[in-house]
T-cell receptor, first 114, second 115 residues
Framework: ETGVTQTPRHLVMGMTNKKSLKCEQH?????MYWYKQSAKKPLELMFV???????ENNSVPSRFSPECPNSSHLFLHLHTLQPEDSALYLC?????????????FGPGTRLLVL | AQKVTQAQTEISVVEKEDVTLDCVYE???????LFWYKQPPSGELVFLIR??????QNEISGRYSWNFQKSTSSFNFTITASQVVDSAVYFC????????????FGSGTKLNVKP
């Protein structure tokens, strides 16, 4: 079952490029999340959206710009990234954002910034 | 403040051995949930279990079992008769109410099961 899908799965970009990561959930959930997973570091929560409204932003640099046009889709727009932004970017969804719901994750996008 | 500690960075076992992955959590909330996820090399975090703070009953699902002990703030995960397909990184996570469903993840334990 592919409840949460992410595209692309792999991305290589230069520091001056602009790219977007896409996430789609097919679970009928109302909350979506972006996480960053760097080598040898804990998972970092970047953004939380509930019913298309951003409810949490964990001091993420402005070169990362999220967009949630509806409850099924979530984007992460990238521009002028740094090499230290290379990581696995994971999208997740849950039924709601206000409780302690199980989060279901996508396969991630492996990003390499040159 | 919430915190999850997985002290075992990496464990190697031979197939068919039992293995226990430790998880210790910290929270002052009385209502909280604990989770385990499996991350195979493909990258996706696969949900394994969710347990609330009021349910200390141990749970068994096939070769997987979980031991929740509030007295020691631990939620340990045991794989019985391990298999090569169990090789992955396993994450323990904590969530408390009224915090936008924010998960506090441990740093993960990498399990290597050798044939």
């Amino acid at each position: 079952e592919t409840g949460v899908t992410q595209t692309p799965r792999h991305l290589v970009m230069g520091m001056t490029n602009k790219k977007s990561l896409k996430c789609e959930q097919h679970l009928g959930h109302n909350a979506m999340y972006w996480y960053k997973q760097s080598a040898k570091k804990p998972l970092e929560l970047m953004f939380v959206y509930s019913l298309e409204e951003r409810v949490e932003n964990n001091s993420v640099p402005s070169r990362f710009s999220p967009e949630c046009p509806n409850s099924s889709h979530l984007f992460l727009h990238l521009h002028t990234l740094q090499p230290e932004d290379s990581a696995l970017y994971l999208c997740a969804s849950s039924q709601e954002a206000g409780g302690t719901e199980t989060q279901y994750f996508g396969p991630g996008t492996r990003l390499l910034v040159l | 403040a919430q915190k999850v500690t997985q002290a075992q960075t990496e464990i190697s076992v031979v197939e068919k051995e039992d293995v226990t992955l430790d998880c210790v959590y910290e929270t002052r909330d009385t209502t909280y949930y604990l989770f385990w996820y499996k991350q195979p090399p493909s990258g996706e975090l696969v949900f394994l279990i969710r347990r609330n703070s009021f349910d200390e009953q141990n749970e068994i699902s096939g070769r997987y079992s979980w031991n929740f002990q509030k007295s020691t703030s631990s939620f340990n995960f045991t794989i019985t008769a391990s298999q090569v397909v169990d090789s992955a990184v396993y994450f323990c996570a904590l969530s408390v109410e009224d915090n936008f469903n924010k998960f506090y993840f441990g740093s993960g334990t990498k399990l290597n099961v050798k044939p």
